[in-house]
């Protein structure tokens, strides 16, 4: 790692931040029985002092006995995949790695890793001894995409181990993630005050103030590194006058002054130093040589080195970022063309870095250097490094004589470049709307343009415009592109319910195209988009099937298609073997909306802990993957069971968070989502006025919120609270229209809520209490717990006293498994009303259980080791270890052994009173 200040020069006017690191490091050191680990983000502009301040950092925790891993981003390496994490990992890695990460960093061969596979074995090795580790990136912003990313997700998981990450970058440069992995925030690092300026140039040029001192102070504005150079040019030159640029403009200025004053084969060796990722003093050299025709030899380095330009100590390290820039910028453009093509030669072994630079030594359009960088991609590939794949197809456009190549490759970029967004993807199609004009490619564009440009995507037309694009697709022999493309119209169709000739031409896409020939994810999709005609035909096909469909992305299709059909047994089921295969396959981004959806499947099962669980964990990785529509839906989730368990606060501000960014996304849809946790918190609450005005917008046909098949989740917390509230014949025709469907469609999930809602709103609720009652409602018991509420209330009005108690004590028992605290209460109230005496009741510990520590605390339970927990939730082995190490005392025990016993016997929610 570089070290930018020399050690005759004091740090000043830093203690604070000083202070702040060495409390970071104190927290993880040996002597700590409870480990705080940290990630902190260092921000300023350029010179500001943001890797002296590391480099102190560095000191401080080397005279702790800490081990530390450093990298610094080099702008040449930028696109090159795992290069700075091959350089943090360098000294750790003992000539090994483990697959994934051996396969990212080209140690060794193997099946193409995920990031976040690569991320986790990274974390992997840095917590698997108690050593402490002190994790220090310079200057982010030009760290390639892949190590930013992965230190982002080791930054979000280090908060139990003996880990602190400090990374720096400038204010404006991107950071991959990191200033928002950066739980522990920023250090942001400004100009120096007066006194700490003055003492830092009083160390620099010591004695009498020179004439030009207070004119340094005044240009300077604080920042360090400004001080001492533009002093030092100041005191050579005696006159120097660039106020009027930037501050960064005049830096690179004053050491572009230096690097013209240099003999012309200093300045060779700089600009191959400059233009190098390595300090490779030998291939410099020979590169300089190469370029300028000049017999320079490693000793032409000593006027550099005299002029400040190079770290004290001899080497090729520039002493600033801003230096390398300088010495770029002072070169013309042949200058800089020969040099690459120099270090290319020099660089004949390593095919990725080669290619770079003769990239960059092109004049004008090259086919040979074009191919080479797309066979780079497929490395890349290969590496699981689609951001640098992405980029090194693009340079190859840029590079192609032919327009057909050049086209072909920047489709094959921005393919590559799908998943991931961002500012390149979106620069490559607006590129390729020029460019692109077979009708193939076309569709491919318009999809993305829809779906990454963010389009409206709920809207009829929108529809429309999809399935066309995927018939398109197919037609010129795209296949799993066109499925993917018809997927997300049969998707859409389930959300926004268009009118029946827009449904009608998605079906026709799906059937009579050829699109689908496995006749099981053609009905999953045929019942996504017209759920009441295709249920039967999808729910028989499925169980026919078995589980011969293993892949996750097939288990998820279907799992969303059991959904539309309401057989809410099966979406967990297909989700629960989904992200079994996704957490091997480490795909974060399809587990954080596999996990959404069964958290919303337990919802409507009455599985709290399910919920709570998959939607913690779905919240976490959507927030991580970038997925807000999905972070919405999981936030959505907790706001549901908020309300269920009586904190109507929480659920009504987890609502009010979703509603403000669905409307801002302009995802209306999602708006019954929202309509239904405020009608459940209300419901909860008693506010039954209240309750029935939020449902009714989801079965309302011009309200905002209206969704037809959401009322099938809605449709008992309707029915309630228009009882409550004295609207019961508001409702009967909506009920009596949700029977005929249930008849006609067969949703599992409807025809349960019509069962179990009939008897509130009968003429004469007997015949359908004894329907009901005698139903086999043991897969719902959300909806059996209110069953019996409501038939114990009947009950007890008909004065059948002892009858009444016996459902009553049911209903109590079942919503206190649930955590339905209000509707518990209500039980206890009506046995209460009966004559029934409650005595107090032991409160339990395992809702103190955070939902991971739930869900760790399963997982020990069913066998599992520490290490096979964090492989699943992707955390550490030792983070597993002290979540345990919490859990026991909340649980009243001292053995993973007593776990399964101790999750068993505490399952229910706590309550003030017992029968």
């Known amino acids: 790692m570089r ?152 930054a979000r998981r280090i908060a139990d181990e003996r880990v602190v990450l400090l990374a720096s970058t400038r204010d404006a440069g991107p ?46 504005h604080g920042n360090p590194l400004a001080l001492v150079e533009l002093a030092t040019a100041l005191a050579r030159s005696g006159d120097f006058t660039p106020a009027e640029l930037p501050l960064t403009d005049r830096l690179e200025r004053v050491f572009g002054m230096r690097v013209r004053d240099l003999p012309p084969g200093t300045r060779m060796l700089l600009l191959a130093a400059a233009l190098h990722d390595r300090e490779d003093e030998t291939g410099i050299v020979v590169a300089a040589v190469r370029a300028g025709g000049l017999p320079v030899t490693a000793d032409d380095l000593t006027p550099a080195a005299a002029a400040g330009l190079l770290e004290p100590g001899g080497g090729l390290r520039f002493r600033h970022p801003l230096i390398r820039s300088a010495v770029r910028h002072s070169a013309t453009a042949a200058q800089r063309q020969r040099t690459h093509a120099g ?79 961002g500012p390149r993807f979106a620069r490559l199609v607006t590129e ?30 929108a529809v429309i415009a999809t399935a066309e694009m995927a018939l398109r697709l197919h037609a010129a022999g795209h296949p799993e592109q066109a499925v993917d493309v018809i997927t997300t119209a049969a998707v859409r169709c389930w959300w926004i319910s268009p009118a029946p000739p827009v449904r009608q031409r998605v079906i026709a896409a799906v059937r009579d195209s050829g699109l689908l020939t496995v006749e099981l994810m053609r009905a999953s999709l045929l019942v996504q988009v017209e759920p009441e005609t295709y249920a039967a035909e999808f729910l028989s096909r499925l169980a026919e099937s078995g589980d011969e469909v293993r892949e996750p992305p097939d288990l998820m299709r279907l799992g969303f298609a059991a959904s539309a059909a309401g057989d809410m047994s099966a979406v967990v089921d297909l989700f629960d073997r989904a992200t079994d295969g996704l957490r091997r396959q480490g795909r974060l981004g399809l587990l954080a909306q596999a996990l959404a959806a069964q958290a919303w499947a337990g919802l409507r099962l009455g ?130 229209e949700m029977t005929s469907l249930a008849e006609r469609a067969g949703w599992p999930l409807l025809r349960i809520a019509v069962l179990c809602t009939a008897p509130l709103i009968a003429a004469d609720p007997a015949p359908a209490f004894a329907a009901a009652t005698a139903y086999d409602l043991g897969g719902w018991p959300w ?62 510990d395992r809702e103190a259980l955070t939902p991971q520590e739930l869900q760790i605390a399963r997982m020990a339970a069913t066998g599992l080791t520490n290490r096979e927990i964090g492989e699943r939730l992707f955390i550490s082995h030792r983070t597993v270890r002290t979540h345990l190490y919490r859990i026991f005392p909340k649980l009243d025990v001292t053995s993973r052994s007593e776990l399964g016993r101790a999750l068993g016997e505490s399952g229910r929610s706590p309550s003030t009173y017992d029968a």
């Not at 009322?711 to 009882?723: H, I, K, M, S, T």
């Not at 209330?793 to 109590?812: D, F, T, Y």
């Open 3 to 154: 070290q930018l200040r020399h050690p005759q020069y004091p740090l000043v006017g830093r203690a604070a931040e000083l202070a702040r690191i060495g409390e970071l490091l104190d927290a993880i050191a040996p002597a700590t029985t409870a480990p705080r680990g940290a990630a902190v983000v260092v921000c300023g502009e350029p010179g500001v002092g943001k890797s002296v301040l590391l480099t102190a950092a560095r000191e401080l925790a080397a005279a702790r006995g800490f081990r530390v891993l450093a990298c610094a981003g080099v702008l040449i390496e930028s696109d090159l995949p795992y290069s700075g994490l091959h350089q943090l990992l360098r000294p750790v890695l003992s000539g090994a790695a483990g697959d994934a990460l051996g396969v990212a960093l080209g140690l060794r061969d193997g099946d193409i890793p995920g990031l976040h596979q690569v991320a986790m074995a990274v974390l992997e090795l840095l917590t698997d001894h108690e050593a402490p580790v002190l994790l220090l990136a310079d200057d982010v912003q030009w760290l390639d995409r892949e190590t930013t990313g992965v230190l982002a997700f080791v």
């Open 783 to 844: 909806h059996r717990a209110r069953l019996l509420l409501a038939h114990g209330v009947w009950l007890r009005r008909k004065r059948r006293i002892v009858a009444s108690r016996e459902s009553l004590r049911a209903a109590r028992r079942l919503f206190r498994d649930l955590g339905a605290v209000p509707w518990a209460a209500r039980a206890d109230a009506e046995l209460v009303a009966s004559g029934e005496r409650l005595r107090a009741r032991t409160v339990t």
């Open 343 to 421: 270090l290319a030669e020099v660089l004949a072994g390593d095919q990725d870095r080669q290619v770079w630079h003769l990239a960059a030594a092109c004049a004008g359009p090259d086919e040979t250097v074009a191919a080479a960088l797309e066979r780079a991609a497929t490395r890349a590939v290969r590496r699981g490094a689609p951001d640098a794949a992405c980029a090194a197809l693009e340079r190859a456009a840029r590079l192609s004589p032919d327009r057909d190549d050049r086209v072909r490759r920047l489709i094959a970029a921005a393919d590559i470049g799908f998943g991931a967004g």
């Open 607 to 736: 599985r709290p802990e399910l919920t709570v669980t998959t939607a913690a964990e779905s919240l976490r990785l959507a927030e991580e993957t970038g997925q807000p529509r999905w972070a919405v839906m999981a936030r959505l989730a907790e706001a549901v069971v908020a309300g269920r368990r009586g904190d109507r606060p929480a659920a009504d501000a987890t609502a009010a968070e979703a509603e403000a960014a669905l409307l801002r996304s302009g995802v209306r849809p999602l708006l019954a989502m929202v309509e239904f946790a405020r009608g459940t918190a209300a419901l909860g609450a008693g506010e039954f006025a209240t309750a029935f005005d939020r449902l009714w917008m989801i079965f309302d046909p011009s309200a905002a919120a209206h969704q037809p098949s959401v009322r099938a989740w809605a449709l008992p917390d309707l029915v309630e609270a228009a009882v409550y509230s004295g609207r019961v014949d508001q409702v009967r025709q909506v009920h009596a």
């Open 175 to 220: 950071a991959g993630g990191l200033r928002e992995a950066a739980a522990d925030g920023r250090i942001v690092l400004g100009g120096l005050d007066a006194e700490a300026a003055a003492i830092l140039l009083r160390a620099h040029v010591p004695g009498p103030p020179a004439p030009w001192r207070d004119r340094v102070l005044a240009m300077a």
């Open 432 to 461: 390729l709307d020029a460019l692109v004009v077979d009708p193939v490619s076309r569709a491919r564009l318009e999809f993305w343009q829809q779906e990454l440009l963010r389009q409206d995507w709920s809207t009829e037309e």
